[in-house]
């Protein structure tokens, strides 16, 4: 039978850590010393030591030493984790700040501004006042945000071909509005696309709507049927007005 101080084992996980001999009545996880995972911190986050740091320090005292683990790098060049903390990856490449911090920094210097779509008040506030002008008004064509043009007249769409058409409204926009025209949905549902769809500020007459039929057959617009949606839309620091060929367009106009 072997001594009790020769039976001390290097890996004690069922004998009591300052008495050997006598057996311990609580587990502990096994420890192994040799194994990179050996380099356990001495304390816990209490400050307590733990059975493993007990251990550690009686053999010390005994003239054991404890190896040193080595980190290792694997080929992906991920560099081993120590006790709680997370992989991270060892680069040669120099930090680069991303786009997004660059625009934070210009932020600071540079002021944003952002354009506003008129909603139906606005626009009726507008209209009142005499700034914008849309007519003859139709208040079952005002939409949240958005009014929605109509034919001026019975129109056939063929198949694969672009027809104009005229809008009964007139408009006239102001300096600091412009539009964006939209082909509505019940149409583009029929194969309705629609083309050149915006209008500077200043613009004044009616608008000539360029639709295209590409749907499986013709469509029929009566005459006042809504067609397009215009999007009133605010623009900052205006000080240029449209002065173009189809100014005062009257009806549907074909290219100048």
């Not at 057996?23 to 911190?41: D, E, M």
């Not at 749907?215 to 949606?229: H, S």
Request: aromatic share 6%; hydrophobic share 30%; net charge positive.
């Amino acid at each position: 039978m072997k001594d009790a101080k020769e039976d001390r084992r290097l890996d004690p996980p069922a004998c009591d850590v300052l008495n050997p001999t006598r057996k311990s009545t609580q587990t502990y996880p096994r420890f192994n010393i040799q194994s990179p995972n050996s380099g356990l911190p001495l304390t816990t986050e209490k400050g307590r030591k733990t059975p493993q740091t007990l251990y550690r320090l009686e053999k010390h005292n005994q003239g054991y030493t404890f190896p040193t683990p080595r980190k290792t790098m694997d080929p992906a060049g991920i560099e081993p984790a120590s006790l709680g903390s997370k992989p991270k990856r060892m680069s040669s490449t120099p930090w680069i700040p991303s786009t997004a911090f660059y625009r934070k920094i210009l932020s600071v210097f540079v002021p944003v501004q952002y354009t506003m779509i008129l909603s139906s008040s606005e626009i009726d506030r507008r209209r009142e006042n005499g700034d914008l002008i849309i007519d003859p008004y139709h208040s079952a064509s005002q939409q949240p945000a958005s009014y929605d043009l109509r034919a001026a007249e019975t129109t056939l769409l063929p198949r694969g071909e672009c027809t104009l058409v005229a809008s009964i409204e007139r408009v006239e926009l102001p300096n600091d509005v412009a539009a964006t025209l939209r082909c509505r949905s019940s149409l583009a549902r029929r194969g309705i696309l629609l083309g050149g769809g915006f209008v500077d500020p200043g613009f004044r007459g009616q608008l000539t709507l360029c639709l295209t039929n590409m749907g499986a057959e013709p469509v029929t617009l009566a005459g006042g049927d809504r067609i397009v949606q215009m999007i009133l839309q605010e623009v900052r620091d205006g000080d240029r007005l449209y002065a173009g060929r189809y100014q005062d367009s009257l009806g549907a106009v074909h290219t100048r």
